[in-house]
């Protein structure tokens, strides 16, 4: 088995999920159907996300590790997706963050 | 029923996964590696994490409303709700995925002998304990937040 194409896939997963878990804060924020649906569909619009988030992850782990052909860790290679990963992270706190803000200024 | 000390169990759980996340980044920096024990650390990370996603979530979705109502009702505190809570219940998915990455990469690679692989691992590790600090900071102000708002008899 070619275990590095999990290793990728995994992050690559990781940074599709971060973005959807935040562009859905923004999305279901701003349009009441969307977090009356995932209320009414997961019991609460909080759960509903946390549940969607793990999906995507899922789905975009397992067509990460399809895609990737990488069979070693080569160093150029990691250093992007750590940067991957890191971008992941912070942009999921200043869209999600900022968001609030935002909308607690205004 | 507002929130009461069952809360502690999920922050509990988040500090436990914070300290484990240290001591692999210790054992990762240190030569002292064993694949095995790195593994174990970072199974027990992820599942730490997913325990207080589980143990949190009666605390959010059925006491915190009323919590939330006295939060809300005093301009001192009405901020941490709208950005430090909202903020933070969001954030933790980000985290949750980030967890469950950890043994992922611990079990399909040999951590021991392959640097890039530690070198990952180490990144990753070192963002699950600045967003665990992040989340620990924002849940400091709300549970203060909660306590003033009730000192002030909002609701």
């Known amino acids: ?106 | 029923m507002s929130v009461g000390l069952e809360a502690g169990v999920h922050v509990f759980f988040a500090l436990l996964s914070m300290i484990s996340a240290g001591v692999a980044i210790g054992l990762l920096i240190s030569n002292k590696l064993d694949n095995s024990k790195i593994r174990k650390i970072a199974l027990l990370i992820a599942i730490l994490v997913w325990l207080s996603w589980f143990t949190v979530i009666p605390v959010y979705t059925q006491e915190y409303g009323v919590d939330k109502g006295k939060i809300k009702s005093y301009p001192e505190t009405v901020a941490a709700h709208a950005i430090g809570m909202e903020t933070k219940e969001h954030i933790f998915y980000t985290g949750l995925i980030l967890a469950t990455i950890i043994p992922i990469i611990t079990y399909t690679t040999d951590i021991a002998n392959d640097k890039n692989a530690r070198k990952l691992l180490i990144s990753l590790l070192a963002l699950l304990v600045l967003g665990g600090i992040v989340l620990d900071a924002l849940g400091a102000w709300i549970s203060i937040a909660a306590k003033i708002a009730w000192s002030m008899g909002g609701g």
Not at chain 1, 10 to 22: D, E, K
């Open chain 1, 1 to 106: 088995m070619n275990s590095t194409r999990w290793v990728y896939g995994s992050i690559i997963g990781y940074f599709i999920a971060a973005l959807f878990n935040s562009i859905l804060v923004v999305i279901k924020e701003t349009y009441e159907g969307v977090h009356d649906w995932l209320a009414t569909t997961f019991t609460h619009h909080w759960l509903g996300q946390g549940i969607l988030v793990i999906l995507v992850f899922l789905v975009f782990t397992f067509i990460g590790a399809n895609i990737v052909k990488d069979t070693e860790l080569k160093e150029s290679k990691v250093n992007v997706y750590i940067a991957l990963a890191i971008a992941a992270t912070f942009l999921s706190i200043i869209i999600i963050g900022g968001f609030f803000l935002i909308h607690f200024a205004s």
